[in-house]
């Protein structure tokens, strides 16, 4: 027991090679659309490398004789079953594939049969493995080879295929059994005599006797019967009967033709309105049209109908054709049958005559050699049944065929009888149509006399001629109808656009004035402030301003009036040309309504003649009567030269187009002023805003701090070209990197600021991180105030939140490993929020973090952040300007006092300084 489990659990029987052929899973049975043709490729390489291994395996009987009987074991084994049932599964769906195998493969569907039950050899394996040794297939399914898994599904789907299960895998017939094993547990129990005994009854119960025989011959006699019965059916469908229905064809087709054309000469006929009164002629034209149409609708009937049949006939033929391929396959099939059954036959008397001749010698040989024969002789019934089948098939096809002609014979037969009388039908309709066209033709005669005369009427001028010549000048007068709509159009945009335009330089010589009083206010009681000299210096330079503005409104003043002159001048001439043209157009009008009443007269006439009146002589006076009349009104009325009103239009045109670009020069220049006039008032409103804010600035420290504090703002030129600035309370020195902190990219100033004795200095004492706040605001509050103040004030409001300032509080290296001190309860800075540095110490990140501050025991490294943060808060109650943003504090690397303060930056953004400088 332990040596057959051994055998399940190792690589087995089979080539270990076999684990490592890949292989892309089973394709779906709901898969649609095209199959990847890498896919194909793949399974194919995979076909022929299975086919080398096992041509290497079938070298040694005995293991020929295992694969029959289903006794290889391993997993190897579970692999060579595994790949055989999916190239089945992969056939069913895979065209490229099945054409691959259709070629390479000798009896396709015994191979389909082979896969089949390999499918059901990798299941009983797989399961016999799992029970024994799970892990050697837990190890197979990290190999390169397909999953395992859809082994139960791949069995399905072939069983259905080989009908052996329906769609709900219920069994619709008995399994085939797998051939005996050439050794199995009772043969070592049997004696020689005993096996041999039993493989001569084997032999004798092979089904390869006369039941089989008959059953060959029996399919190739019922194909031999049918073969000449087929080919007269063909024959009929290409010789006879394919004659009489091409020769029927045309006579349908000649029929229609003939009708038609009655039927299209007594249309003709039936449009004919006569002038004398022919009774019964009109409801005998119509009659005949009806029969004709009748006529012509049963032979398009018959057309259609054998255009059908023709189709029917042509389908069958090919049906045939194909079906006579399909007996000649047939027919090569069963061939082969009897050629296998003969060979098999033979290998029965052999091993029927070796086992009566001493076959104690060769008894293993001859049980492999049986069991190869049994397996032959399975695969050869399989095949004969099949065969049987497809002969059924065959002959039920060939007996509807037969049917099928006979139905085509009946309905052909049936069509020529009803062709036949219709081309009676068709004679008599002809007859008929010639008689009535004779009739006509009578008529026409009679009526000829009354048509020469109404030909008099129609050799003159024709009343479309002269519509065409009075509608052409009514075109002429709409064209100019439309330059003058368009002068009128232009002319309303001209006067609509100079309506508010030429209000424009009184409200701006209005404005101009309102803003040199407001400037003249602005400097009442400023005279000898310091602080607002240059301020007021920009005043005087806005009046100048506002005076040049007004210079030049007094001059686009007298544009203006030109202008209304020119609008006036042009409104009078488009008066007068306006009442030439309504003058043309009635007279126009007057000659359509008198063409009306000629149109109406002549119709008149025509119908008396259409009457067919008796009195030619009469109609004939009437008739030059109204020639004459019509001539004198052609010559009259030609149409007018409209040369003067187009002139005159074009000369108005050229009035507007010299006017126009006029106009809109003036606009132009009066919305430059006016918008020069803006920005002055903006201008003079911002010195105005700039005077006071110092002067509440001022006015703050003073009251704040009890100091006169002598503010100067820093111009934004210094800022920007500046390497220091200095002033009174304050120091900024440049800084030579461009981006100390990541994504401000502008220039950097080193802030310095001076106490109360002007001396530069921002120090803590030893371990301190705050100040007293008097201490504070008497040593630095106006220094703070100035600074922000001075730093600021030259720039625009909007501008000034770009400005930042950024904060570093510093330690030097004095108690550095003994310095222990409490938060003190008033700056109780627990966790302060700074830009954290990068690599280089002086460079730091634009993305803040929190950094944590023991309320105990803090030590000499928290002391730069706390620095830092204390600033900022001092910063924030003396300035509102300012929102000072912190970075991460350094403890330098000595001692020395000067190091114990915090470090002031001011930032300035690279695109604020060039806006400035292009201004």
Known sequence: MSAQINEVCQDGDCDPALQSIPLAEP?????TGAVDPQRAEQYKAAYQRVQQIKQGHAQTPEWTAKYRS???????????????????HEYEQNPDFAKFIDQNETDVAAWREDGFQASRRAINLNKRIEDKCPKETRDLEKGAGPSLANLPATYQKLGQVQGYFDKKGNLLKPLEQPAAATTTADDKNLSKKEQIAELKDKVSKLPLGSPMQNKITGIADALGTAQPKLGNLLGNLVGPLQSKLSAFLPGPFGLLSKINAAKDLLGSLKNFVPKIKVGGLLSKIGDLFKKGEGLSKKAKDLVDRGEKLKDKHDKLTLEAEDLKKEMDQRTAAVEKLKQKLGDLAKQKAELTEKLEDKPRKILDDLKDAVANVEKQAGDLAREAEQENQKKDEVLDKVDALEQAKEAIEKELDQLEKEAKDLAKEQEALTEETSEVEAEVEQVKEQEKAVADLAQQLEDLKSEKAKQEELAQCESELKKLLSKLSGVDAVQNEIKKK?????????????KLSDLKLFQNKIKLGKNGIPLVGKALAKVDQLTETANMIGSTVELLTGKKTRLQEQIKNIDQKLELVNGIYEGREDLVNGYKDQLIQLIAEKS??????????????????QVQDFIKRYNIFDENSNCLDQQEL???????????????????????ELQDAEQRTEALKA???????MIEEIEVEKAAIKEEFGTEVDLEPVTVEEWSESFQVERSYWDAVFHPDDEVVDGYRGRYFEVLLKDAEKTIKLLFGPGEYYMDKSTFRKTYGPTIGAFATEALQAMKKADRDQVKLFIQGSADLAGHTTFSGNLDERYLYDEVEVLPQKSDPENFSNVPTAKSIPERNFCNDHLPDLRGRYLKEMISIYSKKFDPIILEGAVKQFQDKEERNAIIYLFFPEDLLSTYEKE
């Open 27 to 31: 394709l779906s049975a709901k898969a």
């Open 70 to 88: 289903n006794q290889l074991n391993g997993k190897s084994c579970l692999r060579l079953n595994q790949l055989e049932s999916y190239f089945a």
């Open 498 to 510: 100079s309506k508010g335009l030429f209000a424009l330089p009184g409200k701006l010589l209005g």
């Open 604 to 621: 008149g006439l025509k119908g008396k003649m259409d009457q067919g009146m008796a009195d030619i002589a009469g109609i004939e006076t």
């Open 646 to 668: 187009e002139e005159k239009i074009a000369e108005l045109e050229k009035q507007q187009a010299e006017t126009e670009p006029e106009l809109e020069q003036l606009e132009k």
């Open 683 to 689: 201008d003079t409103e911002a010195a105005a805003e």
